[in-house]
C-alpha cells in the first residue's frame, strides 16, 4: 500500500461521528441508538474530490433514495475531523451487512466507510471489504 493511502485510512480513523445530541465515536462517545453494527455511509466529496454544498446535499439525497430501498433504521449523522474543520453529512444505517454498505458507497464513489460495533470502530475499503483500521469507539 501506499504512504499516502496509508495517511487517508488514517485520516479516516481519527474520524469522529455526531449528531445534534450524542456521540457516536470519538471523546465521550455514549450508546449507540441503533442496533449494530451501524454502518456510516456518505456521498459526499467522491473519491476526495470537493464539491459545492448544494452538490454535496444533492448527491446525499440521492443516497437517502438508494437506502429508503432497503428495509433499514437510519438517522443523520455527521463525520468530522477533531477540530471540526471538515466535515460531512452522512448517515448511521442499521440492518445492512458490509458488503451492502460497501457495495451503496462505491456507487457514489467513496472509498471506505465506518462500521460501528458498541465498543469499536473500524474503517473498511469499500473495495475490498477489508478492515484498514480500527480503534475503540
Known amino acids: 500500500m501506499a504512504n499516502s493511502d496509508n495517511n487517508l485510512w488514517d485520516i479516516y480513523i481519527s474520524s469522529h461521528i455526531t449528531d445534534s445530541n450524542i456521540v457516536w465515536s470519538g471523546p465521550n462517545a455514549q450508546s449507540l ?43 443523520p449523522v455527521i463525520g468530522h475531523s477533531a477540530p471540526k474543520d471538515w466535515q460531512e453529512e452522512s448517515f448511521a444505517i442499521y440492518g445492512l451487512t ?21 465498543n469499536e470502530l473500524l474503517v473498511i475499503d469499500t473495495n475490498s471489504q477489508n478492515i484498514m483500521r480500527q480503534r475503540a469507539r
Open 33 to 75: 441508538p441503533l442496533k449494530t453494527p451501524v454502518h456510516i455511509i456518505t456521498a459526499w466529496n467522491p473519491l476526495g474530490r470537493l464539491l459545492s454544498l448544494q452538490d454535496n446535499k444533492q448527491r446525499n439525497q440521492s443516497l437517502l433514495n438508494e437506502l429508503s430501498k432497503f428495509d433499514v433504521q437510519l438517522k
Open 98 to 118: 458490509r458488503k451492502q454498505a460497501c457495495e451503496i458507497a462505491d456507487m457514489f464513489h467513496q472509498r471506505g466507510i465506518f462500521e460501528l460495533s458498541e
